[in-house]
């Protein structure tokens, strides 16, 4: 049993960047958000990882903020309509969202290698 420590910090980097948490050079996800079934540089399977909702929470926690002040911000600041207000704010969240799910759920992965659980 390979019991070499795993660094947590290196593999979250690249866990955020998509790439395989061992190698840092393969991509974890195949998809926007399927995860592949092993890294094709290093041979890393991925088949033990249970991302679940821990990756869709973050995304929210994270998106509703932003959301947030910027409507306030909008509203405090500006003298636009609430339809206008709620279009940007919107559009902004559904942005913020579309590009921070694929990375948190690459991090969400990393972090349990790292961590060695689900038989990582």
């Known amino acids: 049993m390979d019991l070499t420590i795993r660094e947590l910090k290196p ?16 991509r974890i996800l195949s998809g926007y958000l399927k995860v592949a079934p092993e890294c094709t540089v290093c041979g890393q399977s991925f088949a033990a990882q ?15 903020h932003v959301g947030g002040f910027l409507l306030h911000g909008l509203f405090v600041h500006t003298d636009l309509s609430p339809l206008q207000n709620a279009t940007i704010t919107g559009s902004v969240v559904t942005l913020v969202s579309l590009a921070l799910l694929p990375r948190f759920k690459g991090a969400m992965i990393a ?10």
């Open 11 to 26: 593999a979250l980097k690249r866990g955020l960047r998509n790439r395989c948490p061992n190698c840092g050079e393969g």
């Open 50 to 64: 249970r991302a679940d909702d821990g990756p869709a929470y973050l995304t929210v926690l994270i998106g509703c």
């Open 111 to 120: 972090w349990q290698w790292a961590s060695r659980l689900h038989g990582f």
